[in-house]
């Protein structure tokens, strides 16, 4: 089955032939479902310890990387960490030379993506925005939680353990981390925060 039908498989609740043919089976009701799973979408920060299967995070993936993304570029790479013992040592070099143990900035989450972009293209950080948040509504839609992370960004650039942390993740020559997303199951249902309506303004 190819990624599309894999998804659209996912989404609209089967109908993917294997044939080599997506079959749409997606009806009126769709778009409104596209409305609420976005309205639904919270950032999480408390998670059930059961990590997301590969199988799940693939189409997560499989949606992020089919974002809009400037000239078809795909000037992103991502890098995923579900290894809990991978990830303590990414906490404990973050956390060097440090007081506290700043890995708590992961919120938990059992699965973490780490998103680099392309510093030589001027949209690149937009991409990574995109595929960030197709990931993050996907993710939504299959009932795990996400939540878009910067501040571990600024632990791992500023810690002296950088370098150790970078060449685990293994990005291309020259991309630079610049954002992470943190998958896994809800243990906690936010309410929305507001949003100030005041920033859009309709231009007659
Ligand atoms: C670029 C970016 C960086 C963020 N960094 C963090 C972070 O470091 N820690 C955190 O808890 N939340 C972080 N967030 C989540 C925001 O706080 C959250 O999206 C915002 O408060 C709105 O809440 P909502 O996602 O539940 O709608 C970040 C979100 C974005 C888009």
Known sequence: MSGLCMVAAVSCGGGAADNNECVNTCDASS???????????????????QT????????????GINAPNGQNKQSWEVRVVDNPETME????????????????CFRGAPVMTFIARDPSYDF???????????????????GVGSICLGSPIRFINDSPKKNDILSLLGFSEGYELCL???FGYPDEAPDAKPRDWSKVKFVD
């Open 31 to 49: 778009s409104k479902a596209v409305v609420e799973n976005i309205m639904a979408r919270r950032s999480i920060r408390k998670y059930k310890q």
């Open 89 to 104: 040592f990414i906490k404990s070099a973050m956390s060097e030379g440090r007081d506290v143990n700043v890995g708590s």
């Open 124 to 142: 690149s950080a937009y991409d990574c925005g995109l595929l960030a948040e197709n990931m993050m509504l996907s993710a939504t839609s299959l």
């Open 180 to 182: 992470c997303v943190g």
């Open 52 to 63: 997301v299967a590969r199988d799940t995070m693939k189409i997560i993936l499989e949606c």
